[in-house]
């Protein structure tokens, strides 16, 4: 029997053990997005343009779609 395998099969295993558990933590510890800058643009928005609403809620909505925040409506 060849023994070279033996012995070259849990190096492996833990290998490929550790490569996942590794993206596992990756993935676990990215941060999400950051979205409130989306809300306080809008207010600064709605402050300094009159209350115009259609552009600030569009400024609004394209803030969070370049983010990757969650789309919704803006608030009041």
């Known amino acids: ?16 053990v550790a490569a996942f558990g ?6 676990a510890s990215a941060e999400p997005p950051q ?6 643009d809008y207010y600064y928005c709605r402050d300094h343009s009159g209350n115009d609403y259609g552009t600030c809620s569009n ?3 394209n803030c969070q779609m370049d983010g990757g925040c969650p ?6």
């Open 59 to 61: 400024q609004f909505m």
């Open 1 to 16: 029997m060849d023994t070279r395998n033996r012995r070259i099969r849990p190096r492996l295993i833990a290998f490929a």
């Open 35 to 40: 979205c409130l800058h989306c809300v306080q």
């Open 71 to 76: 789309v919704g409506l803006p608030p009041p």
């Open 22 to 27: 590794l993206g596992a933590a990756l993935a």
